[in-house]
């Protein structure tokens, strides 16, 4: 089964607009992380924003917030008043057994958001 | 020079050449990764190293080499490779590999086209 599902492989979004970008994940870890990461079309893999499963409130890092629905297991990326440089791949991520030794973060397949002067 | 980098940015060789990928990192960070990103395909985690050490070897063929000399540099040897080889090679830091967040931060990724 896949850790991580990322449904949509393509979005559009109008300038100035929010737009969700959905992640959906399966664990039995109590203790895991989940991040995002974009992915302009220079390569470069840009971390935006993270999330523990123990933390009691939404990430937030400026325009970027992170919907966190532990008992659906969903860990959705909204970002605010889009903008053109928003244009790029969005990678959901996870990395389980934060206590413990060391666990590889499992990625998405991505999300190609274009957003639309 | 900030954050992580990678040399070159686009490689196109031959299947017989021999070539090497080279990242370096300036965050004071212990761990260092090798990703490989094809087209419409998960990252795939390639090797990791922890203090210099490989803690990790993902049932990568032998055709791909890597070399940790220190924890701010890590080399990709790559000779014989396949035209299937053909992808975005990422390297990546974190802090360490156990314990806190363990967010990884990026390079710009080399462009590696075999022929």
Known sequence: ?117 | ETGVTQTPRHLVMGMTNKKSLKCEQHLGHNAMYWYKQSAKKPLELMFVYNFKEQTENNSVPSRFSPECPNSSHLFLHLHTLQPEDSALYLCASSQDLAGGRGTQYFGPGTRLTVL
């Open chain 1, 1 to 117: 089964a896949q850790k991580i599902t990322q449904t949509q492989p393509g979005m559009f979004v109008q300038e100035k607009e929010a737009v969700t970008l959905d992640c959906t994940y399966d664990t039995s870890d109590p203790s895991y992380g989940l991040f995002w990461y974009k992915q302009p079309s220079s390569g470069e893999m840009i971390f935006l924003i993270y999330q523990g499963s123990y933390d009691q409130q939404n990430a937030t890092e400026g325009r970027y917030s992170l919907n966190f629905q532990k008992a659906r297991k969903s860990a959705n990326l909204v970002i605010s008043a889009s903008q053109l440089g928003d244009s790029a791949m969005y990678f959901c991520a996870m990395r389980e057994g934060l206590t413990g030794g060391y666990q590889k973060v499992t990625f998405g397949t991505g999300t190609k958001l274009q957003v639309i002067p």
